[in-house]
């Protein structure tokens, strides 16, 4: 691939930006300046840099964002900062979207991506992809709760009731619940009808992808798709 058309790939503007990106020395290939936006470069193997950061080439682009409070899952956000504002430029230019929505309140693991079909089979409710949330509850979580959650709770407008896959108390007043479904305020509306209330909610894992430890709030990292996504 010439070097012009896979910068173009990789987000960093239209082919023509990208050859005079080339041009005026901004991009380096394996370490070394490339002043030929013509240059033929082995994508699969390539690392490049833009204007001092690096990259690598990648078709399709798979992220984790550790989501911290107070932020939008929404290109247009109403109220406060968009979950996109965090990451950079040529990622936005490749139509990065967030695989399906966190409240503004809850933070921990979004899952990014521009490829269309791992962005639905991830947040397709259909699907049931399980989700882990770390729930912080208002008043001390009892034994009847637990068991109500487990068994399926009631919501307004659903025909019927909906339980957690999983539901592990971790202390007092916090509980690791797992759902399937993508409903709006699934959690919090679980634990409303289960009598109690969500204070603070972190999700620490989507299907097969674990919020990396490592990952500040705020910050995002590539992930590989190691699994095939769920059928
Ligand atoms: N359930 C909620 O209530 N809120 C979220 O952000 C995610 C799941």
Redesign the pocket.
Known sequence: MKLDRLLQTQGFGSRRECRARVLAGRVLVDGVAADDPDLEVDAANCRFSVDGVEWRYRERAYLALNKPAGYECSHRPQFHPSVFSLLPPSLLARGVQAVG???ED?TGLLLLSDDGQFIHAYSSGKRRVPKV?EVSAKHAVSDEQVAALLAGVQLNDEPEPIAAADCVRLDEKRIRLTVTEGKY?????MVAAAGNR?EA?H?VAVGPYVLPQTLAPGQWQWIEPAAPAPA
Not at 185 to 189: A, F, G, S, T, Y
């Open positions: 929505r966190l409240d809850t949330y305020h699934l959690v919090k509306r969500v909610l999700r």
